[in-house]
């Protein structure tokens, strides 16, 4: 089976239809979240990603701007994006938002991986590094965990030691792709990267396939039309931060 990974996509409607138009074959969707969020295309985002598939896990930010969770924890920029996307989404929308279920979830019977937004100990939670990944690795929800909510590529893995994978990309000009193949003994916390707002210095969307026949990660960035989203972002009147940020990749 050939399972598409994505995740945060944040309503970057630009980045998502790119990505659309490059996926690679696949059998099966699993979202992990913060669909919405800091872009201007809410509505547009929820209707792409309902039609690529039905696994999904609820983000903070899937949370925060459906109302499940209130603001605390958000910065002021990050709240008033939340605060526009709840204004500006359809009634039917809102609702799916707000079924979104909680991660960690079993995505297949069969496959003994999960699915979560943050931390499978805490869906909230950051994993950045080897210590913030340690106890999840130590305690995992599965062999394979895909996790979002970072905004960085690559993710880490537990063999005798714990060790950080972040692919090696080259020309963030040009599609590219890195494979990762997955050690039977090993346990992983893998992420996919995020579509819609990408945080490791490189700002093109970013997701992952995961062929479970082959035990092969592949990640992927794809360049966009950046200036589409930041135009779109400013014409909505959200504040400007969220457009420049695209352009530095953080």
């Known amino acids: 089976m050939r399972a598409l990974i994505i995740s945060d996509i944040h309503a970057n409607i630009q980045a998502l239809d790119v990505c659309i138009e490059a996926f690679p074959a696949y059998d099966i969707v699993w979202n992990l979240g913060d669909v919405v969020g800091y872009g201007a295309n809410p509505n547009e985002a929820i209707a792409r ?4 598939g039905n696994v999904f896990v609820r ?12 603001l605390v924890g958000f910065n002021p920029v990050a709240a008033m994006a939340a605060i526009w996307t709840k204004k500006n989404l359809t009634s039917e929308n809102l609702e799916w938002l707000k079924a979104l279920p909680e ?10 991986v999960a699915c979560v937004h943050g931390s499978p100990l805490d869906e909230d939670q950051y994993l950045i590094n080897v210590h913030e990944a340690t106890e999840p690795l130590l305690h995992p929800a599965a062999q394979c965990t895909f996790f979002g909510h970072t905004h960085l590529q690559g993710g880490f893995f537990r ?3 714990i060790h950080a994978i972040r692919p090696a990309f080259r020309d963030p000009r040009l599609p590219q ?7 039977p003994e090993g346990t992983y916390l893998i992420n996919p990267g995020s579509i819609g707002q990408p945080r490791d210095g490189d700002p093109r969307a970013g997701f992952a ?3 479970t026949d082959e035990s092969l990660v592949t990640f992927y960035r ?5 200036a589409g989203a930041q135009k779109r972002i400013l014409e909505a009147g959200l504040p400007p931060r969220l457009a420049e940020r695209l352009a530095d990749g953080r």
Request: a negative charge; one cysteine or more.
């Open 49 to 52: 990603c309902r039609e690529l």
């Open 59 to 70: 983000g903070n930010h899937d949370k925060a701007c459906s109302g499940v969770s209130d």
């Open 103 to 112: 991660g960690p979830i079993s995505p297949d019977i069969e496959l003994n």
């Open 159 to 161: 063999q005798e030691e």
């Open 177 to 183: 792709r890195v494979e990762l193949k997955l050690r």
């Open 209 to 211: 396939l995961y062929d």
């Open 222 to 226: 794809m360049p966009y039309d950046i």
